[in-house]
């Protein structure tokens, strides 16, 4: 009998970076050489002191059902670490912790979004959030972007995308896939279009902060602009600064109404985060920080390091980039109309199984003619694989 889904499930596809770095790791299992540069997550382990605190939490017994939106202590953490780290206010009713800061988006847009509505996500974006706002029965608008500007949206590229219908506005720095950091200037002209449309709300993803090393401290546009606070929700976690990625902790903060929303809907889906993993992230973020400033130097060397290199191949260009553990650098070089490649899918595909690494096409990330390359790898590692990555680009295309 065939079995009919869903039309919400049936518009959407899995996770392309977690289906890659799947078929990366089946690869290695089988004894195949592969390096695998799809990881969207650190290669370090969570610090000792947070591990302590999860030991403790079971042996206290804090094993039970916990408040839908999270303990007490955890929120008041995040109200600390907002204050300590962004100078942003918040009191417990405006603050949500939920299992990973993905469901925060996903609860975000199936309480804000309705069928019709637009959500203006800038390119290359996060894999994710597409489907996201397709579950929530509302239509993506993309802003596509280019090297001359950074791959950053521009003012006029945001007022031109908006219209009548538009709900949302999506934000995200430093990027996945770029780690491209909006300057406060430039966050600040943004600002100003989102200023005269009272309409329109902001999601401000903020969850590579701690993986940065622009010139300037980090902000997000509710440094700039407090005047959005109101209509703006403020996303972050653990995963990625305390390398907690496997403990699923998010949480968000924004207007009252808003994250009641999100309550009710996590109320009736996931319930509770894992009560255990709470402790833990209370750790994380009242501890001390100094693993956080140091796996932050490590990713800022590899970065140098690995962007370099990769310029140094004839036929790639990428960006220096502020932030994130990524680099996002073009291949358009190799790829269209008489050349190797007829997309960046058959080059991602030909790099694993010649060149035995494993890459993100930049389609999937709304960028064709890109691949995304993760450093959280031991430095080993990276050399090898730019040394094979090199290797393999010149026999198929020997540049001049």
């Not at 358009?332 to 080059?347: M, N, V």
């Not at 064709?368 to 730019?386: C, D, W």
């Amino acid at each position: 009998m065939k079995i009919n889904l869903s039309h919400r499930v049936s518009q959407i596809k899995p996770s392309p970076t977690l289906s890659l770095s799947a078929t990366a790791n089946q690869l290695k299992a089988q004894g195949k050489p592969v390096i695998n540069l799809t990881v969207g997550e650190p290669d370090f382990d969570t610090p000792y002191h947070i591990k302590r605190a999860a030991h403790q939490a079971i042996d206290d017994g804090f094993t039970k059902y916990t408040a839908v939106d999270g303990i007490p202590r955890l929120k008041q953490a995040v109200i600390d670490k907002f204050k300590r780290d962004n100078q942003l206010d918040y009191s417990l009713d405006q603050v949500i912790i939920s299992s990973g800061a993905k469901q925060s988006i996903y609860n975000l847009m199936q309480s804000l979004l309705n069928p019709g509505d637009e959500v203006i996500i800038p390119a290359p974006y996060w894999v994710s959030y597409p489907d996201i706002v397709l579950l929530a029965e509302a239509k993506p608008v993309f802003i596509p972007t280019s090297t001359e500007s950074s791959l950053k949206i521009t003012p006029q590229q945001l007022q031109a995308a908006i219209t009548d219908k538009t709900r949302l506005m999506i934000i995200n720095s430093p990027s996945n896939p770029s780690g491209m950091v909006y300057t406060p200037t430039e966050l600040k002209q943004l600002a100003q279009i989102l200023l005269r449309t009272p309409h329109v709300f902001i999601l401000t993803d903020d969850i590579y902060e701690h993986i940065y090393w622009g010139d300037q401290p980090f902000k997000n546009i509710l440094n700039v602009c407090p005047e959005l606070a109101n209509r703006t929700l403020v996303l972050n976690g653990c995963s990625k600064a305390y390398a907690m990625t496997g403990w699923r902790i998010g949480y968000a903060a924004g207007p009252k109404t808003i994250i009641r929303g999100m309550m009710n809907l996590q109320s009736q889906s996931t319930s509770n985060p894992n009560s255990i993993a709470q402790f833990a992230a209370t750790a994380a973020l009242t501890g001390q920080q100094t693993d956080v400033l140091h796996m932050n130097k490590i990713y800022h060397w590899r970065h140098d390091f690995f962007v370099a290199e990769l310029n140094k191949i004839p036929g790639i260009h990428c960006l220096p980039a502020q932030g994130a553990f990524y680099s996002f650098p073009s291949f358009h070089a190799f790829i269209g109309e008489d050349k190797p490649f007829a997309s960046d899918y058959e080059l991602a595909d030909f790099l694993l199984n010649n060149a035995h690494v494993a890459v993100v096409p930049g389609s999937a990330f709304g960028a064709p003619g890109y691949l995304r390359l993760s450093y959280a790898l031991e430095e080993t590692l990276l050399e090898k694989a730019l040394l094979q990555l090199k290797t393999t680009l010149m026999n198929a295309m020997p540049l001049t």
